[in-house]
């Protein structure tokens, strides 16, 4: 065997020994269950790059404004919790009207149905978020509404009620 082969084999086998040992430590699941969002994202972001280069035609950008914000959702899923979609989860339908905005945006020949849909699916789902974040918040406003409405008795309460 000769001296650059046995450095060669020396290197993959001092390399499959690391992985080997990174992966009984944890490493790689570790890294998997954080960064695992990462495998929608890169190829969304990628689907742009390529439509950009005039690779590929302007129809990838519906998946790839799909994927791009798919990921992002599951992003802060994974680093805020999973009970984080229990709020986010208008979103994904977001993710589809963002993918076909961006495709009208780019279309040279538009077609008739796609702008319409994009806004009563954008709106969806702005509309959901703010159901989301009221029902979310709801107890708050109750509280809230209480708390002024106890102040405004203790304040109020000599004054004649001819008055009020």
Same mark, same amino acid.
């Given at each position: ?39 929608? #994202? *890169? ?25 791009? *914000? ?9 680093? =805020? ?46 509309? #959901? ?21 106890? *102040? ?11 008055? =009020?």
């Amino acid at each position: 065997m000769s001296d650059n082969n046995k450095l060669t084999t020396g290197i993959l086998i001092l390399a499959a020994g690391i992985i080997i040992l990174l992966g009984k430590w944890g490493v790689f699941s570790f890294i998997g269950a954080i960064f695992w969002p990462l495998l929608l #994202l *890169v190829p969304g972001i990628l689907l742009h790059l390529l439509y950009m280069g005039r690779r590929l035609p302007s129809l990838a950008l519906i998946p790839g404004g799909v994927l791009v *914000v798919y990921g992002i959702l599951f992003m802060i899923a994974t680093l =805020w919790g999973y009970g984080t979609l229990h709020y986010l989860w208008p979103g994904f339908i977001f993710g589809i009207a963002l993918g076909l905005l961006i495709y009208d945006a780019a279309e040279t020949r538009r077609s008739p149905g796609v702008f319409p849909l994009a806004l009563v699916l954008l709106a969806l789902s702005v509309i #959901l978020f703010g159901l989301t974040l009221f029902t979310f918040s709801i107890i708050y406003l109750v509280a809230f509404v209480l708390i002024v409405g106890g *102040v405004w008795l203790i304040v109020f309460r000599s004054r004649n009620r001819r008055q =009020w």
